[in-house]
C-alpha cells in the first residue's frame, strides 16, 4: 500500500472524524489539506529521497499529515518523542540524520543536520524509491539497534480495510506499536484519539468523553487500571475491545480485568519492531494461550523458542548484522509452551535469571505475588550473590502501609507453596515508586527508573 493510495482512501470520506486531539476534531478532509501543506514545506526545503529526517514530536494530526508528506518524498523517517528510552544523541550519533525536524510545537522546524544517506540500506530504499521508517530498540542489552523498514511494505499489512474504530494510541509514536496502531486506524478510516498525559484517570476520562472503543495498552498499564476504581469513577461502557502486549501479562490482572469489564474482548497481541504485529487471537477471554499468525507471517517453535518469518520484516540494522537465518526466519528469543496451535508466552530469554544454574522467569514469580490481597504491583528481579551468582528479589507495592516483616513472610510464604524453592525471593522490599518506565512497562531493576 503506498501513501498515494491511503490519501486515496481518506478522499472517499472527506467528512469521516480523523483525529481527536487536544479537544479539537479533525475529517480526513482536513488531512488532505494538511498534507498538501506538508508537502510544499518539504518541497521547498529540498529534502532528498533516502535522507534520514530525525523527527521529533508526538502524536497530532499534523505530525501525522507531516510524516505521510515525508513518505511521499522519499525520506527516512525516524520519529523520536520527549519520553524516548532512546538519548537523542544516541540516535543521532547512530542515524546520522541529513536533517532534524522539530514538531513538538505548533509549526515544524527544519534544520540541515549534514548526515549521509550513505548506508547500503538506505541506497536501498533510495534506489526503489521506497520512504523508510527507523526505530531504535531499548538497547536494554547494550547499544540500542537502528531497525529499517520499508514503509511501504509496512503499509501493505493495510491493504484492506476493517471496521472503523475509535482507538486512543496509546503506545509512543516511536514504538512500533504505535505506529501500527495509527496506520491500522487511519487505514479504516477511524478516529485516532491522542492523550498527552497516560495516568489511568486522564486515560479514563478520555475514553467516558469520545466513546473510545479499541484501547490498546500495556500489561502494567492495565494492572494499575484493575487496582483503581476507574470503572466506578468513569463511564467506560464506550470500550469494545482491550488489547495488550508488548510484555507478559500476568493472570492475576487478567482475571481481575475480566471481572471488571465483563462485556469487554480481552486480546492478546504479539508483535516485534524488527517484524511487524501478528494477527492474534486468544483462546477465550481471559485466557493467556493465543494464536498468533495471520497472512503474510509463518511461526515455528524450536526447543521452545518462537521463530517467526515474516513479508513485513524489517531490511535489517542500521548498526548491527542481519538476525535472519538463511531461509529469512527470526529467532524472537521468546521462551513458549505449546499447546497443539496455541501458545503461551513465558517471557524472553534475556529476562531470565540464573540462580545457581537454575533459571527464573520474573513473571512466574510476579504472578504468585500479585494474587496476594493487598498488593498493588511487584517487580522482580535478580541482585548478585557470591555463592548463587544471582538471587530473586522483589520490590512491592502495598495498597495499605504493610510492615515489612509481615509482609516478607506472607510473599515467602505464598511463593514457598507455588513455586521450586530456588524460585523464592530472598530478599523482599517495600517501594513507593512506580514500578515501570515511560513506556508503562514494568522495570526490573533495583529501583525504578
Known sequence: MTVEELLERFATRPS?????????????????????????????????????????????????????????????????????????????????????????????????????????????????????????????????????????????????????????????????????????????????????????????????????ELLPATPSFLNVLVRSDAHERFDLSSLRTITYGTEVMPQATLDRLAERFPGVKLQQTYGLSELGVLRSQSREDGSLWVRVGGSGFETKVVDGILWIRSQFAMLGYLNAPSPFDADGWFCTQDRVEVDGEWLRILGRTTDLLNVGGQKVYPAEVEEVILELDGIEDVAVYGEPHPLLGTIVAARVRTTEPEALPALKKRVRRACAARLAPFKVPAKVVLSDDDLYTSRLKKQRTAHAA
Not at 536501498?124 to 547499544?143: A, I, K, M
Request: aromatic share 6%; glycine share 8%; proline share 5%.
Open 16 to 212: 469521516a472524524r480523523a483525529f481527536v486531539a487536544d479537544g479539537r476534531t479533525v475529517t480526513y478532509g482536513e488531512v488532505l489539506d494538511r498534507v498538501a501543506v506538508e508537502r510544499a514545506r518539504v518541497a521547498v526545503e529540498g529534502i532528498a529521497p533516502g535522507e534520514v529526517v530525525l523527527l521529533l514530536a508526538d502524536y497530532s494530526p499534523e505530525v501525522f499529515c507531516l510524516i505521510l508528506a515525508l513518505a511521499e518524498a522519499g525520506a527516512v523517517i525516524a520519529p523520536l518523542t520527549p519520553e524516548s528510552v532512546v538519548e537523542r544523541e544516541t540516535v543521532t550519533d547512530l542515524a546520522q540524520p541529513a536533517w532534524i525536524v522539530d514538531a513538538l510545537s505548533d509549526e515544524p522546524r527544519f534544520e540541515r543536520a549534514g548526515g549521509a544517506a550513505d548506508h547500503p540500506l538506505l541506497a536501498r530504499l533510495r534506489e526503489h524509491g521506497r520512504p523508510g521508517l527507523l526505530l531504535f530498540s531499548s538497547g536494554s542489552t547494550g547499544t540500542p539497534k537502528g531497525i529499517v523498514h520499508d514503509l511501504e511494505r509496512v503499509m501493505e499489512k493495510f491493504t484492506a480495510p476493517r471496521r472503523a474504530q475509535t482507538a486512543i494510541c496509546f503506545l509512543m509514536l516511536d514504538h512500533f506499536g504505535g505506529i501500527n496502531t495509527l496506520l491500522a486506524i487511519t487505514s479504516s478510516l477511524g478516529t485516532v484519539v491522542t492523550v498527552r498525559e497516560r495516568s489511568v484517570a486522564a486515560i479514563c476520562a478520555t475514553i467516558e468523553r469520545e466513546r473510545v
